[in-house]
């Protein structure tokens, strides 16, 4: 739908990948609360907006697809000519302020050539003359604060910083099913396990998340182990170990149910993914894992989040893997394989003792 001519046009660039999108939210909200007649449109990539279906905080949802190496990727903006008629398309909605928040020099000049008259995004990759107020970028905090920091220097009030998501009761109702189809008990106390990354090298071992699965399931909990289609090869080749009383979920989820599967979990444990971020944004407890990258700007935004990480020397390194270190006998970065057994177990006893709670109560 096309704005009208009245109300005042504001245009949201932050597409690509599901942590980055979903981080996005609170920004959204604090700007809608500060100009609620205005016409608000985020730029988002289409496989990532699936996690913000209902967000009552934005007018539209305009897809930008580019061809990139990312998962997330369709390629519809493939030619010069499809990406000129995004762009025409964008100025034909004559936008008067546009937030770049993505740090790129391609997404200064997408918010430069909107034809929008103010301009506001990070001062990095040479782009500043691009925009019309430069924001410095801190990697000392947290991305929802840089994003919300872009808000601040505009002079837009900032009142919360919390993660959110929205489902729907017929994605309740699909979770439910696929529960009972899997043999899973109303009453279970369900731990989600997300054992996969987007870089096999960055996630902690398979056997590492198979031998907490039992122990889980012999405390009384009930392990879904969660992943993507393309997760199925790997997960194949440890499945045996996770136990009989774990819930194979592996690509036998849609991401929209899985959403709605997290909010009836009493404990999340898995990688620095965006999978990980969707718990923080279901409210519940989590562990997350992280290895070489520091959790400073991506761990989980979330106050019942646990952290296991251990700073090596090198950390955070460029994940460009085994060229400044030496893999260990199991094909994994020293930093990740740090992280022992025992401490995430008892990571997970900490959150759990006293706030477990029944799924219908979540």
């Known amino acids: 739908m096309a704005p009208d001519t009245v109300r005042k046009k504001i245009l ?13 939210v609170p920004f959204l909200r604090n700007l809608r609360r500060a100009e609620p007649a205005a016409y608000i449109a985020w730029v988002v990539a289409p496989v990532t907006a699936e996690v913000v279906q209902g967000i009552p905080y934005v007018d539209e949802l305009i897809f930008w697809d580019p061809v990139t190496i990312h998962a997330d990727s369709r390629g519809t903006h493939r030619t010069f000519g499809d990406k000129l008629g995004f762009i025409r398309d964008l100025r034909s909605r004559r936008f ?17 050539l909107s034809g929008a008259r103010e301009r506001i995004g990070f001062a990095t990759e040479g782009r500043s003359f691009l925009l019309t107020r430069a924001v410095p970028y ?105 136990g009989s009383k774990s819930v194979d979920l592996v690509g036998k989820s849609s991401l929209r149910v ?56 090198c950390s955070p390194c460029r994940q460009k893997f085994f060229t400044e270190c030496q893999p260990t006998q199991n094909g994994k970065p020293a930093c990740i394989e740090s992280i022992t057994l025992a401490g995430v177990a008892a990571a997970c006893e900490q959150l759990l003792t006293g706030i477990v709670q029944k799924p219908e109560e979540i």
């Open 96 to 112: 008067d302020k546009v937030y770049v928040l993505k740090r790129s020099f391609g997404s200064a000049m997408i918010g430069y």
């Open 258 to 313: 899985t959403m709605a599967l997290l909010k009836r979990c009493v404990l999340f444990v898995g990688n620095d993914s965006g999978v990980m971020h969707l718990a923080a944004a279901a409210g519940i407890p989590l562990v997350a894992l992280f290895g070489p990258q520091s959790p400073v700007k991506f761990g989980p935004w979330n106050e019942r989040a646990t952290v296991m990480y251990s700073r090596f020397s």
């Open 12 to 24: 949201v660039l932050r597409y690509r990948f599901i942590g980055d999108t979903i981080l996005t």
């Open 138 to 242: 801190r990697h000392d905090q947290h991305e929802v604060q840089n994003f919300l920091d872009v808000l601040r220097a505009d002079s837009v009030a900032v009142t919360d910083d919390y993660l959110e998501y929205w489902t729907s009761a017929t994605e309740e109702a699909s979770t439910d099913e696929l529960l009972a189809r899997s043999g899973v008990e109303r009453d279970e106390k369900l731990i989600a396990l997300h054992p996969f990354s987007s870089i096999t090298e960055r996630g902690w071992h398979l056997d590492n998340f198979a031998a907490l699965a039992t122990r889980l399931a012999a405390a009384g909990y009930r392990p879904l182990v969660l992943g993507a289609p393309n997760d199925r090869g790997l997960f194949d080749t440890s499945a045996v170990r996770f």
